[in-house]
């Protein structure tokens, strides 16, 4: 298949449902439609490889996921979550992990450069953003498009938002992309990794920026077989100075990224870190309640309303929470299994399970259809 065409329709799964403009700008439905033309293009312009497992494993989530909906009631955000599973399975038919993962790079790192260029135009001259179309005033900050990034006029902080609904999100997309550049590039590339970095430290996203730290310890014992000594004693050098300067030199980075860890009970915690806390919680309360089933979709959106300030933000409790244990339980699996190294060390593979963890805990991609393709590539027999 032309490399451009599943650049278009990769960005495209990245984007259709996580893009601040679309997701401020369409309907859910009209998100669907979007969904499958990216199908649909790949169907005209490629051949399924169909994986026999991952089939039946989909057909069964679409049986579990339907009567779920059945049962429980909300026929239309069912349709909205199996539109996003199939879609992510038919991608990791249509298109191979390998090329994928090489694609994304080449896309993440556009995104990080062309955002970092315009988050420091939003920070050094904040009022040049007027000048991008306008997309909507939220709480009294007004947000504009500049294409493939998000500006603000927040006079309080200025966060890069990538094109993405939330920082958080965009620091997700850009830890991904580094764990392909450190785990499965064969050519370590110094000049991303580095652009990469600047830009998850400019979202100041807490949960982003603890995830890069866990990336690069589990990159060590790796780092032994691809870089000599020198290089190799370089490289955290340069780690340990930014570090050192993000924590002892930047006050005003550390306020905004580490002061709403401070806290002695969920009553006294900052308003984003109670509503992570309540998100794994509330959650968790209904899951002991009902293990098997869930509670499905329609009462899962009342508790995230009700308990936990509208944003239910844990992924793979949510999956477990809305399904019941055995159908999370799989959709974790696969999600875990995609960032599992064929052959790693102890150390490696316990922080690559805990990065895979803690990367979709703060922010909820239950409707997000990049999401499932690593589910099922994850589901896949792993070659590398």
Not at 9 to 28: E, H, P, R, V
Not at 68 to 92: D, E, H, P, R, W
Not at 287 to 292: A, C, E, G, R, T
Request: proline share 2%.
């Amino acid at each position: 298949m032309n490399k451009n065409i599943i650049l278009l329709a990769l960005f495209m799964i990245m984007t259709i449902d996580s893009s601040f403009w679309l997701i401020s700008k369409t309907t859910g439905t009209s998100r669907i439609v979007l969904t499958a033309i990216v199908i649909i293009i790949l169907l005209i312009f490629s051949v399924a490889r169909i994986n026999k497992k991952n089939t039946i494993f989909c057909i069964l989530l679409c049986t579990c996921a339907i009567a779920s909906g059945a049962l429980f009631g909300n026929l239309k955000q069912t349709m909205i979550f199996m539109t996003c599973l199939v879609a992510g399975y038919l991608f990791t038919c249509f298109v191979d992990r390998n090329r994928m993962e090489h694609l994304y790079i080449d896309i993440i790192y556009f995104i990080a450069c062309f955002s970092l260029i315009t988050w420091g135009i939003n920070l050094s001259f904040p009022k040049l953003i007027t000048i991008f179309p306008f997309i909507i005033n939220r709480e009294g900050i007004s947000f504009y498009n500049a294409f493939f990034s998000v500006l603000n006029d927040n006079t309080y902080v200025c966060r890069n938002y990538g094109p993405f609904w939330e920082p958080g999100a965009f620091s997700i997309f850009l830890n991904i992309g580094i764990y392909l550049m450190l785990f499965k590039e064969q050519n370590f590339n110094y000049k991303k990794i580095f652009v990469l970095t600047a830009t998850i430290l400019s979202t100041l996203s807490t949960l982003g920026i603890i995830c890069n730290i866990i990336l690069f310890i589990a990159f060590y014992p790796e780092s032994l077989k691809k870089m000599n000594i020198k290089i190799r004693i370089l490289f955290w050098i340069v780690i340990i100075i930014g570090l050192g300067y993000c924590i002892f030199i930047n006050d005003r980075l550390i306020f905004h990224v580490f002061e709403k860890l401070k806290f002695s009970d969920i009553n006294t915690a900052n308003a984003s870190t109670k509503v992570r806390l309540l998100a794994l919680i509330e959650p968790m309360k209904e899951i002991i309640k009902s293990p098997l089933y869930g509670i499905g979709m329609a009462d899962f959106l009342i508790l995230q309303e009700e308990k936990c300030h509208n944003m239910a933000t844990f992924t793979q409790i949510n999956w477990i929470c809305v399904y019941g244990i055995p159908f999370g339980i799989c959709l974790v699996y696969g999600e875990i299994r995609y960032f599992m190294l064929k052959k790693g060390g102890t150390m490696t593979t316990f922080l690559l399970i805990l990065f895979s963890i803690l990367l979709f805990s703060t922010e909820n991609f239950l409707m997000i259809t990049f999401i499932y393709t690593l589910v099922f590539y994850g589901l896949k027999p792993r070659t590398e």
